[in-house]
């Protein structure tokens, strides 16, 4: 045996064991939380459809910049929100909608994601003696509308969440959370104007019309300030995301929401291991008897492919998540990579008969097969990233989960074929373990 054929060995050996190392401990979740990341039509999850009231836009921005704005800002509430692999898309003009694989508590999801998230302050009302206004519980009646200041370019603008540089965890000194921010250079300018002539006095801070603190302002402040509501830690995180994520440009107003039974997920997941097993097991019974020995070295070939692909899902379960067509393009793939071992079989199949030995009909016959499975295998990926492409732009994000699935499987199918099922076919002939032609399928 070549020390080459010991090295490439050694390496499949150490990949194979990295593979299992990955999928093994992950037990009965291989389908499922801690392993996989499932899609919605697999996991179960939450199937939310909003309508935006165009009709309350900035009337200087279009309604396709409108809609792709309150995207944009969704999309970063919910990966704060830690939702796996959401899917949020346009749908006619004014509708959105939103899928949350696994996502539980739908209720805190609906509150983030629909509150427009509008930061601004209210002050106290006065009556005409200038004295507080108090409604009849006793409580500081605060104008309904937003307090303005002075800009640096002269203009009188109220004080709202645009102006708002950042907003971060932070806690009292009796460990309650309070939401700390920071406003950029015009918000400070504005918010030292707004405190300065309410010191001594309560100033409302509101989020979407709803007062959520009203704290006594003791001195004048400008860059710098705090949130105090008693929230809980969820609540104070949930309020830091929406004033991070900026107000969203349209109000919307949830017309759909539907739960995903898991049930349906573990019965489609059921279904197709079901049909891969059967078709896999029909499919190695078929290369053993009509490829002989290299069948039974495609067999083991193809096992260590498909350990390679789950352990590519698992450790990349954050960035790719397994859905229906995922499964379907999964099996696809499997598929193709045995396609490339009987390109690989009957082209050496064809040099034996032509009387070539052993140890050349498989060069030669690897050397004749690689353009052949080259050609093909990138007609596939061409057609992946086609599919790929189409279905980020149409919105058809299923079909992207397949050829993402397709594209891996296609490449990774050329990677075994070349050092995984070449270098066990080397060291069988190097080795002289089966020297009779009818091992390979060839008639003596």
């Not at 509430?77 to 006619?92: D, L, S, V």
């Not at 300018?189 to 100033?203: A, G, S």
């Not at 074929?417 to 002289?432: E, G, N």
Request: glycine share 8%; charged share 20%; proline share 3%.
């Amino acid at each position: 045996m070549k020390r080459r054929d010991i090295a490439l060995l050694t390496l499949i050996v150490v990949l194979l064991g990295l593979s299992l190392a990955s999928i093994v401990p992950v037990n009965s979740n291989l389908l499922g939380p801690g392993g996989l990341t499932l899609g919605l039509d697999l996991r179960g999850g939450s199937h939310l459809l909003y309508k935006a009231d165009l009709s309350k836009k900035d009337p200087s921005v279009s309604d396709e910049q409108a809609m792709a704005s309150a995207i944009e800002k969704i999309q970063r509430r919910i990966n704060e929100f830690g939702a796996a692999e959401p899917t949020i898309q346009k749908q006619g003009t004014d509708r959105i909608l939103v899928q949350l694989p696994g996502v539980k508590d739908i209720t805190r999801a609906i509150g983030l994601i629909g509150d427009t998230g509008l930061l601004y302050f209210r002050e106290l009302e006065v009556d005409a003696s200038g004295n507080p206004v108090i409604d009849s519980e006793g409580n500081y009646v605060f104008s309904e509308e937003a307090a303005t200041a002075e800009s640096t370019n002269g203009d009188e603008i109220p004080l709202t969440g645009q102006y708002l540089k950042s907003a971060t965890q932070d806690f009292d000194d009796y460990g309650v959370p309070v939401v700390a921010f920071e406003w950029t250079s015009e918000g400070a300018h504005l918010f030292e104007q707004i405190t300065r002539r309410n010191v001594q006095k309560p100033l409302a801070i509101a989020l979407d019309d709803e007062i959520i603190s009203a704290p006594m302002v003791n001195a004048v402040i400008s860059a710098r300030g705090q949130i105090e509501g008693r929230f809980t830690l969820e609540e104070s995180t949930d309020l830091i995301n929406k004033l991070n994520s900026g107000a969203l440009d349209v109000p919307l107003e949830i017309i759909d929401q539907r739960d995903v039974d898991a049930t349906l997920g573990a019965d489609s997941i059921r279904k197709s291991l079901l049909a891969a097993s059967i078709g896999l097991l029909m499919l190695l019974i078929l290369m053993i008897f009509y490829y002989r020995m290299p069948g039974v070295l495609a067999c083991i070939s193809l096992a260590i492919y498909s350990a390679m692909l789950l352990a590519l899902f698992n450790v990349f379960s954050a960035q790719l998540t397994l859905t229906l067509p995922g499964i379907a393009a999964f099996i696809l793939s499997l598929g193709m990579a045995v396609d490339a071992n009987v390109l690989i079989f009957e082209r050496v199949k064809e040099e034996l008969r032509a009387g070539r030995s052993l140890s050349s009909s498989v060069e030669v016959g690897f050397d004749r097969a690689w353009s052949a499975i080259w050609d093909s295998n990138i007609t596939t990926l061409i057609a992946c990233v086609i599919l790929f492409w189409l279905g980020g732009t149409f919105g058809a994000y299923m079909v992207r989960g397949f050829a993402l699935t397709l594209a891996i499987g296609v490449a990774l199918s050329m990677f075994t074929a070349v050092l995984v099922t070449r270098t066990f076919l080397r060291v069988v002939v190097s080795t002289k373990m089966f020297t009779n032609l009818r091992a390979y399928g060839v008639k003596s």
